[in-house]
């Protein structure tokens, strides 16, 4: 089911309000900045400890903040970077587009088709109640999948774009899980973004 359009997208679900863009950046712009951050960040693969066993997370992560708060999600502490100045003009583009401050950013790396991100909902307490979550996608096209809680038959999925960018609003972090699942489709890599506005507990 094609829930979204070329042009800009508000789609509102039960419990949760998603915003698509599929052309937020440019072809020249989107080319410029997966090559340069997959070259220029120092990428990290931490451990994950899943029913009692432990493996090495199936993506790389990096986090950036304007602050030195750290980040904590699935029994992984991250600590910040300083925002480089792409990072910067990232930021600044997408607080434009959303008139939402945003303090910090996670950034995955999917590698390839084996790489991924399972089921899951952005709702640690240092987000705030209903946070915002602006999602900028650079490289190969994955699918988003998400699902309701509870309703079973709200289930969706969405090819995340070159250049795309995806607002998650309302109370979608707490009726709402999200995963890029694994392929086996031969598949390049593929880098994603993801703003958000860290409190200070």
């Known amino acids: 089911m094609n829930?979204?359009?070329?042009?800009?997208?508000?789609?509102?679900?039960?419990?949760a309000e998603l915003i698509y863009i599929p052309k937020f950046l440019n072809q020249?712009?989107?080319?410029?900045?997966?090559?340069?951050?997959?070259?220029?960040?120092?990428w990290q693969q931490d451990d994950i400890t899943i029913f009692g066993k432990t493996f090495k997370q199936p993506r790389l992560t990096a986090l950036f903040a304007e602050n030195k708060s750290s980040y904590s999600y699935s029994n992984i502490t991250m600590y910040p970077q300083p925002f480089t100045s792409e990072l910067l003009e990232i930021k600044n583009k997408i607080q434009q587009e959303t008139q939402h401050t945003f303090t910090t950013?996670?950034?995955?790396?999917?590698?390839?088709?084996?790489d991924s991100n399972g089921w899951h909902a952005d709702n640690e307490k240092e987000l705030?109640?209903?946070?915002?979550?602006?999602?900028?996608?650079?490289g190969e096209v994955r699918p988003f999948h998400f699902k309701h809680r509870r309703l079973k038959g709200e289930r969706y999925k969405?090819?995340?774009?070159?250049?795309?960018?995806?607002?998650?609003k309302g109370a979608m972090q707490h009726h709402w899980l999200h995963?890029?699942?694994?392929?086996?489709?031969?598949?390049?890599?593929?880098?994603?973004?993801?703003?958000?506005?860290?409190?200070?507990l």
């Open 105 to 114: 950013v996670l950034i995955n790396l999917y590698r390839d088709g084996n």
């Open 128 to 138: 705030g109640e209903n946070p915002v979550i602006a999602s900028l996608s650079l």
């Open 179 to 200: 995963q890029i699942a694994k392929t086996k489709k031969v598949i390049g890599a593929r880098i994603n973004l993801t703003f958000r506005n860290l409190q200070t």
């Open 3 to 15: 829930l979204f359009s070329e042009e800009k997208t508000i789609l509102k679900l039960p419990d």
């Open 28 to 42: 020249l712009k989107a080319d410029y900045y997966l090559k340069h951050l997959k070259s220029n960040i120092d």
């Open 158 to 168: 969405i090819g995340l774009e070159h250049g795309s960018l995806l607002i998650m």
